[in-house]
């Protein structure tokens, strides 16, 4: 069994189909059959149906797939491990982490980073938690930032820092608003939000619900950089983590309500690690950036 049996394996189930497998990887579509064909012949399972053009994993499939994965990104690994000995200071961090986080707090972080060690290549990818979590698991990032609790046996979970949703609007909007916002005051206005069925937007709806408030929500977005642009704007007020807004408060494009009623309620940004793996030194500089900036502890890998 090869190890181009497993990455072509692993390119038809993420492209779906031979074809498309071939293509990415510069090769005929006989080829990818042909190596497919052998990693069956090896295992001695089937790892695909076929329906038409369209292919599916079988269990077995599924479960190949799964120590497939982590068995690219050892490799990954060791190359990187290797290039680190030969070239001291050099290597790569890929991070993954949810939109927001991707969006608002890795900027700074990775500005910072590369100021430190020009030298290391960094990859971000990007996702819910759900996802975030199955790329770490899966060995696809070296490290996760969520906002969500987790409790897994092969992760560590360590909480960074706390992000409060605040009620915002722009400037104009909250100039003909009282200094003070009672709960029947903020549910006269419109609110601009998240799409129905996201998490965040479960949690709004939570939060204003437990005010008494049935919001009139007069837009809706997929991501929180709309919603700001649009409560810039003057179209209405909006509860956003301050992470999201934080920047547009400091400029003045925003300004925080003063809504005494609304509960204190935040998200816990957190970094999840896979428990007990070595770590490489570009990584271990980039958790030790974290331990200096948000004031944690990180244990150290055996």
Known sequence: MLLQHLITFCRVVEEGSFTRAAQVQNLTQPSVTKQVGALEDHLQVQLFTRQGKQVHLTPAGELVYDYARQVIHLVAQ?????????????????????????????????????????????????????????????????????????????????????????????????????????????????????????????????????????????????????IKTMVGLGFGVALEPVSAVQRELDGGQLVRLNVPGLPRS????????????????AVNAFLALLERRYAVAINPAP
């Not at 993954?96 to 030298?119: K, M, N, Q, W, Y």
Request: include cysteine; glycine fraction near 8%; charged fraction near 20%.
């Open 78 to 226: 060791c190359e990187a491990a290797v290039q680190e000995l030969r070239s001291p200071g050099s290597g790569s961090v890929t991070v993954g982490c949810v939109h927001t986080i991707g969006l608002f707090t890795l900027p700074d972080l990775l500005a910072a980073f590369v100021r430190e060690h020009p030298r290391v290549k960094i990859n971000v990818r990007t996702g819910n938690n759900r996802e975030t979590v199955a790329m770490l698991l899966h060995g696809e990032v070296d490290l996760g930032l969520i906002t969500t609790p987790q409790v897994h046996e092969r992760i560590d979970v360590i909480p960074l820092f706390e992000d409060p949703l605040v009620a915002v609007a722009s400037p104009s909007f909250a100039a003909d608003l009282p200094p003070v916002l009672g709960n029947a005051d903020l549910a006269r206005l419109p609110f601009i939000g998240y799409v129905r069925g996201a998490r965040f937007r479960n949690t709004i709806d939570q939060i204003l619900e437990e005010m008494g408030i049935q919001p009139k929500f007069v837009m809706e977005f997929d991501n929180h950089e709309a």
């Open 266 to 281: 935040s998200r816990t940004t957190s970094l999840i690690l896979r428990r007990g793996e070595r770590r490489s030194a």
